[in-house]
Structures are given as C-alpha cells and as structure tokens.
C-alpha cells in the first residue's frame, strides 16, 4: 500500500505540477499523516521538494507544496517523418533542453538515425546540471514496434524491417540504460491524454496524419495495444475500396491513402515536387478553387473513418495531430457533416472534436512518459540504483 502510494504520489505531483499536502490526501483518499510520511520519502530520494506555499489567501497554517525535483530527467527522443528530435525532459513534464535535425524524405539507415540521436542524447546528458540525475530513455517512432526490445518492426516511411532500433540507441548512448519505444501515434495519444487535449476524457481517439495517418485509442483510460502492440492502425482503415488510391500498405482506399499528404497535395494539383508540413499549410491556409475542393475532399474521406471510430468506440472526444492540426479546422464541415449522417445518434451525442493540443512535440512528450515509466512504478528503487550509477560513473 505504501510502495503505491509512492508512486501514485509522484504521478500526481508529475502530471498535475506543484500540490499541497491538503490536496493530495482528499484526491488520493489518504490522511494527511501518511502522505507526510510519503513525501519524506520520496523527498529523501530526491524525487521531490516541499515548500511553504507563495500566498494561499486562507487563514491559518499553510499546507505545504510538494514539488517534483528539477534535477530527475528522461531523455526522451522523437523519429519522425521530416525530423530528428532528442530532448532532456523534467519530472513534471518539462522539455529543458532539445536537439533538432531535418530529416530527409529520402530515407537513412539505422546507423545514420540512432547515430545523430546518440549525438544528441550524450551532449544533452553532459549539458545537464552537475546533481542532476538521468532516470530513463523513451523514443517515439513512426512505425510498428516492438514493445519489449524496442524493435522496428516496420517502418514504412524508411523502409525499416526487423531493425534494432531500440538496443542500438541504448549502446550507442551508453548511460547505462535502456531505450523504451513506443509507436508514435500511440505515444501521441498518451500524450494529448495526460497533458494535452484530452485531459480529463478516459475514452478517446488520437489520429495524427503525415505522410500517412497513425492512430492511438485510449479505452478507461489505458492505451488500446492489441495482441502484440501493433494495434490502432486507423490509417489502414478502408474507407474507400472500389475506387481509391493506392496505398503504401498494397491496399487501396485505406484513410491514410485518402487523407494523407500525397493525396491532399495531389487533389489540389500541387506539383508532386512539393511535400512536407509547409506545403500542406499552404494548401489548407490558400483560397484557390482546387485547394478549396481538395480540403472538402479530404475532411469527407476524414469524416467517413472518424465516423466509423465513434462507432466503434463510442470516444468522448477525437484529437487531429500532426498535419490533420492544419487540414481539421478547414474541413470540420465536412467531417461533421459525415458524422451527423453515419454515426449512430446515441454516439455522437457527446463526442467532441478538437485538433491536439501539444502539436508537433505530442510524439516527444508521449516518448517521455515512456521514459519516466520505471520511475513512476518503482519510485524508490529506480532513483536509487540511478544515484549510484551516477555516483560512479
Ligand atoms: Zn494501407
């Protein structure tokens, strides 16, 4: 009972920031004396801090703040389709400091990819404050993993079969740690459900679109993972059998087919030079006949999946991320449309729509919390055996 009400403490304090003793004992159900004796010992970790409240505007003695530390870390790393992104992230959910680097379309080996990360990991853990205190390593990519080793199962963008993305990363950082992987829709998802979009929702849908559409479901308030963690793969989807794109699946008439890049850029007679994130703005910002169409377009094949996921899931709310943040708001007529006309009506009575709410760093925060996940179940352990690794090393 004690050694979860450590970590559901630390939780607490990491996904909701700075506490008082008061609040934690009503929200966690306990007496002020036992989360006392929880917050010394994670105090005593160097997990948290406790101060004396800036100004409560009550009379008499002050509950004390409880804080998570400054110096526990993740370094959190992102794979995406046009960028490289290693970060050092804060208990408490912090991106202190970040590397970037472009990406190239035309794809790169794994040794390229975790090199460039590696690079990064190592400068941000040597950049980082002398007593601070390195917990975990969590990676977001665009593709199907693994989620034991971390394996890249398939990574369609750059042609990634059985690649060891996740072990490579953690020898080639050699902190002493290993390197969790998520997919990065279901990171996303986690992320947009604990600190962006769709906090307080327990039942949501998270499609993040680029070159092709990704997807993470969360149902009661977990990830939905499928058998072998290869779940969610909303992109493939067939909304469109008879007469749909080609897709790089080998399907046809799958939504990311439909409603990704290509086919936004295509129906609006862009030339197949221009790609990437700027040119489907331009598309969903510009005011000429065929990117208009191609917007409606796009948000009629969007609704007609959407529609099918409230169907299936009953989600309170559906979060757009990744490109779909800039093709949403053009097209929500569209998708609304579809799902007044083929959503059961008791579905859609209450189910919001919104576009993410963390943007491009949703895939990096989700990357983090699967860094800071060790630490979260075993607070105590964790924190110690990191402290003297760093102590010796
Ligand atoms: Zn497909």
Redesign the pocket.
């Known amino acids: 009972m004690l050694k979860n009400g450590l970590g559901t403490l630390l939780r607490h304090v990491h996904l909701h920031g700075p506490t008082s003793r008061a609040v934690l004992a009503e929200r966690m159900g306990l007496n002020r004396s036992t989360i006392m004796a929880l917050t010394a010992e994670l105090a005593a970790a160097g997990l948290v801090r406790e101060e004396q409240p800036t100004d409560t505007g009550k009379a008499g003695r002050p509950s004390l703040v409880v804080r998570p530390s400054d110096r526990i870390y993740v370094l959190a790393f992102d794979v995406a389709v046009d960028r490289l992104v290693a970060a050092r992230v804060g208990l408490g959910g912090a991106i202190l400091e970040r590397r970037d680097a472009v990406r190239s379309r035309a794809g790169a080996d794994l040794d390229t990819v975790v090199g460039v990360l590696a690079e990064f990991g190592r400068s941000l853990h040597a950049a980082a404050p002398p007593d601070s205190v390195c917990v975990g390593h969590g990676a977001s990519y665009c593709g199907m993993i693994r989620p034991g080793d971390g394996m890249v199962r398939f990574g369609p963008d750059m042609g990634w079969v059985d690649q060891a993305f996740g072990d490579e990363l953690g020898r080639r950082l050699d902190l002493g740690l290993p390197v969790l992987v998520g997919n990065e829709a279901h990171l996303g998802a986690l992320a947009e459900h604990q600190r962006g979009a769709g906090i307080g929702f327990d039942n949501l849908v998270y499609l993040h679109g680029d070159v092709g559409v990704g997807g993470g479901i969360i149902v009661g308030g977990k990830l939905l993972n499928g058998d072998g963690g290869y779940g969610c793969e909303l992109?493939?989807m067939i909304v469109n059998p008879h007469d749909g794109r080609p897709?790089?699946?080998?399907?046809r008439g799958?939504l990311?087919?439909e409603v990704g890049e290509r086919a936004l850029l295509d129906t609006a007679n862009r030339p197949a030079a221009l790609f990437g994130r700027d040119a489907v703005r331009a598309v969903a910002e510009a005011d000429d006949p065929d990117a208009r169409d191609a917007v409606r377009r796009i948000g009629d094949w969007l609704g007609i999946g959407v529609a099918n996921l409230i169907n299936l899931f009953n989600p309170g709310l559906v979060i757009f991320g990744g490109m779909l943040r800039d093709v949403y708001p053009r097209s929500a007529a569209q998708v609304r449309a579809r799902i007044a006309k083929n959503v059961l009506a008791v579905s859609r009575e209450r189910v919001h729509l919104r576009v993410s709410a963390l943007g491009d760093d949703a895939t990096l925060v989700g990357g983090a919390e699967l860094g800071f996940s060790e630490l979260l179940a075993n607070p105590l352990e964790v924190a110690g055996v990191r402290r003297a690794t760093a102590i010796h090393a």
């Open positions: 992109g493939h897709c790089g699946c080998g399907s799958c990311e087919a």
